[in-house]
Nanobody, 118 residues
Framework: QVQLVESGGGLVQPGGSLRLSCAASGFTFRSFSMSWYRQAPGKERELVAAITSTGSSTKYADSVKGRFTISRDNVANTVYLQMNSLNTEDTAVYYC???????????WGQGTQVTVSS
C-alpha cells in the first residue's frame, strides 16, 4: 500500500533552517509528481511546493519563493523540502502528498510539525 512518511520537523528560531524528508513506498515513485503542503491552526491546507516526476519542473507558493527548495531522489524514493530563512508564519504541520503538480493529491503522509519561535 502507498506509504508516505515525513520527518525532519521540529522547533527552530526565526531565520533558521530545516530540511524535511518524505520517504515513499508502495508505488513507483519515479512515475508520480510529489508535493508539500502545510496547514496552520485555523487555516486551510495550502500548497507549499510541488515537483514533477523527473524533477525537471518545480513550483512554489509565493510566500516561500526564494526561501524553500523542493527536490527529489528517485533512487532513494524520497522527496525533500529545504526551508531557509524561516519565520513565524511558516509554523504549521507539513504534509507530503503524492501528486499535486498537475493533479490533486491522492495520498497524504501523516504530517510533521514545524514550529518557528524564539
Amino acid at each position: 500500500q502507498v506509504q508516505l512518511v515525513e520527518s525532519g520537523g521540529g522547533l527552530v528560531q526565526p531565520g533558521g533552517s530545516l530540511r524535511l524528508s518524505c520517504a515513499a513506498s508502495g508505488f513507483t515513485f519515479r512515475s508520480f509528481s510529489m508535493s508539500w503542503y502545510r496547514q496552520a491552526p485555523g487555516k486551510e491546507r495550502e500548497l507549499v511546493a510541488a515537483i514533477t516526476s523527473t524533477g525537471s519542473s518545480t513550483k512554489y507558493a509565493d510566500s516561500v519563493k526564494g526561501r524553500f527548495t523542493i527536490s527529489r531522489d528517485n533512487v532513494a524514493n524520497t522527496v525533500y523540502l529545504q526551508m531557509n530563512s524561516l519565520n513565524t508564519e511558516d509554523t504549521a504541520v507539513y504534509y507530503c502528498g503524492r501528486r499535486g503538480y498537475y493533479y490533486p493529491v491522492g495520498y497524504w503522509g501523516q504530517g510533521t510539525q514545524v514550529t518557528v519561535s524564539s
